[in-house]
Nanobody, 120 residues
């Protein structure tokens, strides 16, 4: 069993900053990827930023230059620094961990989600 726990989020004014943290624990043989997705009301869940082994990261065009993903997949931890937040960043943010178990099978595990609300 793998557990993914998020922290951070909340209310921020437009132009402000916010930090999200995520840690995974459990029967993890190898962390394939770890990152953040978000889902706004009435919209599909979308990728925000993803980290692969070796700290290689991919960041969505919509947040490029404003959001920074850091952390270490070997430590099963990632952080999302959100700068210059805009109202369109309002969403529930979910941490995702794609984990290879000791069986050799890889699965996706999700956190419970944390609300981010950006006010004008």
């Amino acid at each position: 069993q793998v557990h993914v726990v998020e922290s951070g989020g909340g209310l921020v004014q437009a132009g402000g900053s916010l930090n999200l943290s995520c840690v995974a624990s459990g029967s993890i043989f190898r962390m394939n990827t770890m990152g953040w997705y978000r889902q706004a009301p009435g919209k599909q869940r979308e990728l925000v930023a993803l980290m692969r082994s070796g700290r290689r990261t991919n960041v969505a065009d919509s947040v490029q230059g404003r959001f920074t993903l850091s952390g270490d997949t070997y430590k099963n931890t990632v952080y999302l620094r959100m700068n210059s937040c805009q109202p369109e960043d309002t969403a529930v943010y979910y941490c995702n961990a794609n984990v290879m178990l000791v069986t050799g099978i890889s699965n996706d595990y999700w956190g419970q989600g944390t609300q981010v609300t950006v006010t004008v």
